[in-house]
Structures are given as structure tokens and as C-alpha cells.
């Protein structure tokens, strides 16, 4: 009888765990393992996305792109914007982050590396105040347009 209490507290345990870690708000157990196994479809999707942009900057890396590459997915509520340059960039990160700041995006999470190469991939969310959507295209456009202004204020 003991046991069986254990493995119930046990299991449960490890379904709450999983709830935290899938940020799933569901409550009974069918619903919560549903969320979970969504939640690794959407991370394979990552992994293989990730691993495309890595064979692409690998292969180029013998011809230096002039301007880093922007792509932008569309999250439940925000972006994902990914930067990359194969030569480091400096002062760029600062524009990036005031076209982000003028189209009313919060930075959820970010994570940057400028030492040899520019690489940013930000998780970017709306501003609860703001009165219409932005779209991807539109958040690509703002990034590209800072790349634009810190290549010309680069080349002086």
C-alpha cells in the first residue's frame, strides 16, 4: 500500500516537473504530456532550423558576407530573431536593439556573441500597450534597416 502511495507522489512529482519545464498551464495528466510532447516538436523544428543556419554559415564561411543575415519566426507572442555576421560588428548590437525599442518590442531573451563573429538570437515580445500587430516582416524590415544604418556609418 506504502508503494503504491510512493509511486502516485512519485509520479506526480515528475508530471509538475514537466509541467514547469514545457511552461505547459494544463492540470490533468493527459493534457500535460499533450503540451510536453508539442513543446519537443517545437524544439526538433529549432534544432533542425539551427542546424540549417549553421551548414549555411559553414559553407559560406570562405566568402565573407558584407551584411549579417535576419531571419524572423513568429512565436505565440513575439518573435524569434535570429542576427548573424561572420566577422564581428561592433556597434551593431546597439542599433538592433534601438529599431527593436522603436517598434515598441520587449527583449524576452537574448543571447549574443560578438567576439569573432556577430550572432544574436532574441526573443522579442510586443508591448502589452500597443494598439495594433506587428508582423515578422515588419520586425525583418526594422533589423535590416539598422544593418543598413551601421554599415554606412561603419564604411565612413
Not at 531571419?71 to 505565440?76: A, P, S
Amino acid at each position: 500500500m506504502v508503494s503504491r502511495e510512493l509511486k502516485r507522489a512519485s509520479l506526480h512529482e515528475k508530471l509538475q516537473l514537466l509541467r514547469s519545464v514545457t511552461h505547459s498551464h494544463a492540470l490533468n495528466k493527459t493534457s500535460i504530456i499533450l503540451d510536453a510532447s508539442k513543446y519537443i516538436v517545437e524544439l526538433k523544428q529549432k534544432v533542425e532550423s539551427l542546424n540549417q543556419d549553421v551548414e549555411e554559415f559553414s559553407g559560406s564561411s570562405t566568402v565573407q558576407s558584407p551584411l549579417p543575415t535576419v531571419t524572423v519566426e513568429t512565436l505565440d507572442k513575439g518573435f524569434l530573431i535570429n542576427v548573424f555576421s561572420g566577422r564581428s560588428c561592433p556597434g551593431l548590437l546597439v542599433l538592433i536593439l534601438e529599431a527593436f525599442e522603436h517598434l515598441g518590442l520587449n527583449v524576452l531573451e537574448a543571447r549574443v556573441s560578438c567576439t569573432d563573429n556577430f550572432r544574436l538570437q532574441a526573443i522579442g515580445g510586443e508591448n502589452d500597450e500597443q494598439e495594433e500587430m506587428i508582423g515578422s516582416q515588419v520586425v525583418k524590415q526594422a533589423v535590416v534597416q539598422a544593418i543598413k544604418k551601421w554599415s554606412e556609418s561603419s564604411d565612413d
